[in-house]
């Protein structure tokens, strides 16, 4: 009885001794990788450096006067457009993908969209190409290792461009009301005066 509770204490013993060396052994081996790790410098992913960029506040968007904003609803897409500019404006830090996504959803449609007559002209087509320029130029940038500044400097042109269409879409509108009061002799606003055309204002002359 005593041998063999001398043998089971003497293989408990070595058992319980090889366990403990195995151990050490493994946290010897995680240590010395943890103090190799931290002699390395590591480099931070993209997507985290731009989760924590701050960006440059961009200008306001260029205000379209009452007679433009009431031509310019009945163009769905760019609604749409205007609304995801907008998001697109305020936001200042973390992480621009899912705004220029969506960005990039909207140009498309916009692209492909029959354009209304009025504004269908060289001058805001070609500044609609150019805003889809940018916006892909952009999402290619946050999809590598870009530079905060460099991106911030794409949306800073995005958003000229932007502001440039709207310019051209008040100044065509600005035009037509023009036409308009040619061939009418009335300002085409429900708060407008009827204005006498030249030919009234010759007889009245005359008279």
Not at 70 to 83: A, L, N, Y
Not at 90 to 111: A, C, H, N, Y
Not at 132 to 158: V, W
Not at 167 to 181: G, H, N, P, R, S
Request: hydrophobic share 35%.
């Amino acid at each position: 009885m005593y041998l063999r509770s001398g043998k089971f204490s003497n293989r408990s013993t070595r058992f319980w001794l090889s366990t403990i060396v195995l151990r050490s052994g493994l946290i010897l081996l995680l240590l010395a990788n943890a103090s190799c790790g931290d002699g390395e410098k590591k480099e931070v992913p993209e997507e985290i450096k731009q989760a924590v960029s701050s960006f440059t506040q961009l200008p306001d968007t260029f205000n379209l006067s009452d007679v433009s904003r009431k031509e310019i609803d009945t163009w769905k897409r760019f609604r749409e457009f205007e609304k995801e500019m907008e998001t697109f404006r305020v936001k200042t830090s973390g992480d621009l993908s899912f705004s220029t996504e969506q960005l990039l959803v909207i140009d498309t449609l916009l692209q492909k969209d029959t354009i209304p007559p009025k504004f269908d002209n060289r001058a805001i087509k070609s500044r609609l190409i150019v805003i889809s320029t940018f916006i892909h130029k952009l999402d290619a940038q946050l999809g590598g290792n870009t530079r905060a500044k460099d991106i911030d400097n794409t949306r800073e042109k995005l958003m000229e461009a932007y502001n440039g269409l709207r310019y051209q879409i008040a100044d065509v509108l600005t035009d037509k009301v023009y036409e308009d009061f040619l061939e009418v002799g009335e300002i085409p606003d429900s708060t407008a005066t009827r204005i006498p055309d030249p030919k009234s204002r010759e007889q009245l002359q005359e008279n």
